[in-house]
């Protein structure tokens, strides 16, 4: 396969999930709209990956090219079937673009917290071999409020109901992290906005602590990101 990869900032990228990629031999190529890069066409690829970013869905104003990004998703998602994955960011993006909502948390999420899949996730393709109750790593500030019409939820948490969706057959997206590699805490603990509530969730020395919660939990990581990544692969490829 070739994937289209919308990124945000140079720091978010697909991560583990990249390395998966290359070892099948598929390929990936990241535009960063952040600096100011332009959405291709999709006529050469055969999947969308959106990544995170510390840019909030409603910031338009701020980051005029998420208009367009919306519109290139509904069209990809909907007109296209296109098969799609979205990370935390990608994730509420895909539910604006299909006419859901997404309003700032009532309690933000950061650190490594449990998840837990619903009735309809423990049961369908996306999480098939993940535990019914799993650890990722979690660092948003917004949630998904209202979901796209059609759209399901295949795993919340206590602080936050739409923790993963499924749209149609194709458009898998989560509002967590498993794409963690061993750098990855400390590269986003650069982004002004990551850290400030970083610190105000975790203390000055949260950096360092999330750092090791990350570390310790990295194999798990890695294993939940191989079992989605192969399961997503199942279903891009149905027709």
Known sequence: MKILGLEHVDVEHPG???????EDGHTYHGVNLGAGEQIPSLDNFDGLWVMGGPMDVWEEEKYPWL???KNFIKKAVIELGIPYLGLCLGHQLLAEALGGK???SKKPEIGVLNV???EIGSQGIFFDGVDEEFKCLQWHSAEVTRLPSDAEILASSSDCLVQSLK???RAYSIQFHLEVEENTVQNWGKIPSYSE???ATM???GLERLNVDCKMEMTNFNSNAERVYLNWMQTSART
């Open 16 to 22: 583990y999930f990249l390395k998966l990629l290359q």
């Open 67 to 69: 208009i367009n990004e």
């Open 102 to 104: 997404v309003a700032k």
């Open 116 to 118: 837990n899949l619903t």
């Open 167 to 169: 749209w149609g057959t």
């Open 197 to 199: 509530a970083l610190s």
């Open 203 to 205: 203390g000055p020395e």
